[in-house]
């Protein structure tokens, strides 16, 4: 999500979605989910952390990280959770980009939309397919369900891939 974007545009995003949906980066393997930020005028690589108070530098200007949330962890303010991190100024973080997709089936030959041991689900053959496209695993996550042997039209899912 820090991009290319403007530092102002992604704080404005994270603090009018404040709790959810909210932005999201990744650090060594791990999410992390962005909760409060202000506006930084310290520039710097993109995606890089530049001081000891979580200010990570956007496509233009940076964002001042004031509170965070790892993954299946509670949420801290920046300087409670740097005690324990190892983030530190030069780390670059890496961040998703969502992709929101409608889609069109015949479901005659499927066994519904959500994976299923007895046979071929819809979300089963788009992750696959995308998968092999982008050559990065991915999880596509669908806005409803479907029973076996339904059709739908302009069914909405969506899926993140990391940036490269």
């Not at 000891?52 to 004031?66: F, P, Q, R």
């Not at 409670?80 to 991190?85: A, K, P, Q, T, V």
């Not at 053959?125 to 596509?140: D, G, P």
Request: one cysteine or more; charged letters at 25%.
């Amino acid at each position: 999500m820090i991009g290319k974007k403007k530092a102002v545009n992604i704080v404005a995003k994270i603090n009018g979605l404040y709790p959810d949906p909210a932005v999201h980066f990744f650090f060594s393997g791990e999410r992390y989910k962005i909760l409060k930020a202000e506006f930084s005028d310290l520039e710097g690589e993109t995606g890089a952390i530049l001081n000891d108070d979580l200010t990570v530098a956007c496509g233009s200007g940076s964002i001042k990280i004031l509170e965070i949330q790892r993954q299946g962890k509670k949420a801290q303010k920046a300087k409670e959770f740097l005690l324990g991190s190892k983030m530190t100024k030069g780390s670059i973080l890496s961040w998703m980009h969502k992709y929101h997709i409608k889609i069109e089936y015949d479901g005659s030959q499927f066994v519904g939309w959500q994976f299923q041991k007895n046979g071929i689900s819809i979300q089963e053959v788009l992750q696959r397919t995308i998968s092999k496209y982008l050559k990065e695993e991915i999880t596509v996550i669908g806005a409803g369900r479907t029973d076996a042997g339904v059709h739908a039209a302009e069914q909405s899912a969506h899926f993140e891939i990391k940036n490269k």
